[in-house]
C-alpha cells in the first residue's frame, strides 16, 4: 500500500504547480491547502468500461488541479474505491504526484456487496462467520455503525484504495438508523462508532473522521431524521476527549438544495442558525455532494441568470461556481466519470469565486 497521508507541504507543493488555478482556487483547511473543487464517483454502472472510466478521470482531476476525491466503499459495489486507487498508484509510480500531496476521503455505513450486490452468501462469508457482525446488527435492511463494523471496512476500504492512510473517512448517513431507535440510543451508537474511529485514527488507518449525511443536519430540530451538530461533536468529545479527530461534515448542497445555508436548523447560543453556520463555528470542514443534482440542473438556467458568472461557459461551472463561492464550503465534490466532464469543471479552477457582493446579488435573486 502506498505510505503517506495528505500533508501541509505535500498540498502545498501540488498547489503551487497549479499554473494556471487561481490563487482562490486553493483553501486552507484541516492545516491542509485542498482544491475549491473535489471529484465525487458516485454513479455509474458496475462494469469494467466504467471503472476504466473512472481511473481515467481520477487521473486526470488530479493532473488539473484537484487534489481533493471522495468515495465510499458501496459506491459501485467497492469498485469506485478500486478506481481511484488505481489511478492513484498510477499517477504516483509515474512521479507526476507524490502521496501527500491528495486528500483521500470515504466512507463506511452500507453494505457494500463486492463488485456486484450484496448476497446473503456474501454476508456470511464476510461478516457473520468472521464475528464481524451478525444480522441483528444491520438497520434499514443494510445500514451498520458497530465498532466492530466499521473498523473492519476501514481496512477494506484501505486495501481498495491502495493507501496506507485515509485522510477522512465518514460515518454514511448514520441518520438511517433513527428511523429504528430513540435518540438517546442513536447518539449512544453514535459515540461507540467514533470511539472505533478514534482507535483507527491512533493506529495511522485514517487521519481523521465525520459524517457524511443527507437530511440530518439540513431537517429542522424535532422533525424525522435530524441531528444536532452540537450533540455530535459532544459524541466526539466523549469518544476521543478534547484533542477528538472529528474534522468535517459532508451535506448536500445545490441551487435546489440550498437549505445548508438558509434553514436555520442547528442550536448555535441560544438561537438556530443554518449548517454551514455552525459548522464554522465549531471549526469543521465542509464538503458538499450533488452541486448538479446529478444533472437535473442543467439546461434550466435564464440567459440573464447565466451571465451572473463570468468566465464561465456550462452550467455545470456555474452549478460548481455557486457551490464553492458559499461561504462555509470547503469544496463541493461533483461526480465526475467521463475525462470530457473533468476537464469542463476543471475550468472552473481558473476563475475566482464570486465576491460577497455578487454572491449576495446571486441569492436576493434566486430568493426573488
Not at 487561481?22 to 458516485?42: C, D, E, F, K, V
Request: aromatic share 8%.
Amino acid at each position: 500500500m502506498l505510505k503517506g497521508r495528505a500533508t501541509p507541504e505535500g498540498t502545498a507543493a501540488f498547489a503551487a504547480r497549479q499554473a494556471s488555478a487561481h490563487p482562490q482556487h486553493w483553501r486552507s483547511a484541516l492545516g491542509l491547502t485542498l482544491s475549491s473543487i473535489g471529484m465525487g464517483t458516485y454513479l455509474g454502472n458496475a462494469d469494467p468500461v466504467t471503472d476504466g472510466k473512472y481511473a481515467a478521470a481520477a487521473g486526470l482531476a488530479l493532473s488539473l488541479g484537484i487534489n481533493v476525491i471522495d468515495s465510499a466503499i458501496n459506491y459501485r459495489y467497492q469498485r469506485s474505491e478500486r478506481n481511484v486507487g488505481a489511478a492513484l498508484r498510477k499517477a504516483v509510480e509515474s512521479g507526476a504526484l507524490r502521496r501527500e500531496e491528495v486528500f483521500l476521503c470515504t466512507k463506511g455505513g452500507f453494505l457494500a456487496g463486492d463488485t456486484g450486490p450484496a448476497t446473503r452468501e456474501w454476508f456470511d462469508e464476510t461478516y457473520a462467520k468472521p464475528g464481524v457482525i451478525g444480522p441483528q446488527d444491520v438497520v434499514g435492511g443494510g445500514h451498520c455503525m458497530t465498532p466492530a463494523y466499521l473498523k473492519h471496512e476501514v481496512e477494506q476500504s484501505r486495501k481498495n484504495l491502495g493507501v496506507e492512510t485515509i485522510d477522512l473517512y465518514y460515518v454514511h448517513n448514520p441518520e438511517t438508523q433513527l428511523g429504528e431507535m430513540d435518540e438517546r440510543e442513536f447518539y449512544t451508537r453514535l459515540a461507540k462508532a467514533f470511539r472505533a474511529l478514534e482507535e483507527c485514527a491512533a493506529e495511522g488507518k485514517i487521519q481523521g473522521y465525520g459524517t457524511a449525511t443527507w437530511n440530518a443536519y439540513r431537517a429542522p430540530a424535532g422533525t424525522p431524521g435530524a441531528v444536532s451538530l452540537a450533540k455530535t461533536l459532544e459524541r466526539a468529545v466523549e469518544a476521543g476527549g478534547p484533542k477528538h479527530r472529528f474534522r468535517a461534515i459532508q451535506i448536500p448542497f445545490n441551487f435546489a438544495l440550498p437549505e445548508a445555508s438558509l434553514a436555520e436548523t442547528q442550536e448555535r447560543e441560544g438561537g438556530s442558525v443554518p449548517v454551514l453556520r455552525a459548522a464554522q463555528d465549531l471549526g469543521l470542514a465542509v464538503f458538499t455532494s450533488v452541486p448538479l443534482m446529478q444533472g437535473q440542473l442543467l439546461g434550466r438556467f435564464h440567459p440573464e441568470f447565466r451571465r451572473r458568472f463570468a468566465g464561465l461557459k456550462t452550467d455545470a461551472q456555474r452549478c460548481l461556481q455557486f457551490a464553492r463561492s458559499t461561504p462555509g464550503v470547503t469544496a463541493p465534490l461533483c461526480g465526475m466519470k467521463d475525462p470530457e466532464h473533468v476537464e469542463e469543471n476543471a475550468k472552473v479552477a481558473e476563475v475566482a469565486p464570486l465576491g460577497a457582493d455578487e454572491y449576495a446579488s446571486l441569492v436576493a435573486a434566486l430568493r426573488g
